[in-house]
């Protein structure tokens, strides 16, 4: 059973700071490439961040470069999303997702790549 479970979000002014976690229960964590998304009211699903198996490359949105910071910690089954200069823009469902085996070079920039998602949490930046 494969279960990812996202924590960390919540309600904060415009220049805070908020760090997500995904707990994963993916018997292949450590050998997963892990991604980041977000979905803001009306819009469609974007692509936030990833970071591969190892955590020896990570990828970002240019909208959010500079700013987030995606890391893994394969001992504990968790990745995590270090959000820093929040901005209202910013406010979405965050979702973090798995994918299990090698998709293609740019694969971690599609959501229909990953095999496994979790239920979001919310993030809400006022101005």
């Known amino acids: 059973q494969v279960q990812l479970v996202e924590s960390g979000g919540g309600l904060v002014q415009a220049g805070g700071s908020l760090r997500l976690s995904c707990a994963a229960t993916v018997r292949t964590f450590s050998s997963s490439l892990m991604g980041w998304f977000r979905q803001a009211p009306g819009k469609e699903r974007e692509f936030v961040a990833a970071?591969?198996?190892?955590?020896?490359?990570?990828y970002y949105a240019d909208s959010v470069k500079g700013r987030f910071t995606i890391s893994r910690d394969n001992a504990k089954n968790t990745v995590y999303l270090q959000i820093n200069n929040l901005k209202p823009e910013d406010t979405a469902v965050y979702y973090c997702a798995a994918q299990t085996y090698y998709r293609g070079s740019y694969a971690y920039l599609d959501s229909d790549k990953y095999g496994y998602w979790g239920q979001g949490t919310q993030v809400t930046v006022s101005s």
């Open positions: 970071v591969s198996w190892n955590g020896a490359g990570t």
